[in-house]
C-alpha cells in the first residue's frame, strides 16, 4: 500500500476538528494548501465538517 500524504493530512485534520481551535484547523489547512499538500475541495469539506461540528454544539 503506498502512502498518501493528502489523505493522510486531511485526516488528521478532521480528527482535530473538535479538539484543536476552530482558527487553528484553519490556518495548518491552508498552509498545507499553499504547499499544494491539500487542494480547494479538501478545504471545502473540512469546512464542511467545522460547520456540522459548530451546529451540533449550538443546539
Do not use: C, Q, T
Not at 494548501?33 to 487542494?39: C, D
Amino acid at each position: 500500500m503506498e502512502f498518501n500524504l493528502r489523505a493522510y493530512i486531511k485526516k488528521g485534520l478532521l480528527l482535530a476538528i473538535g479538539n484543536k481551535p476552530e482558527y487553528e484547523i484553519r490556518l495548518i489547512s491552508g498552509e498545507w494548501l499553499s504547499k499544494g499538500v491539500l487542494i480547494e475541495s479538501d478545504l471545502a469539506e473540512i469546512e464542511e465538517a467545522i460547520n456540522k461540528k459548530n451546529e451540533e454544539v449550538s443546539i
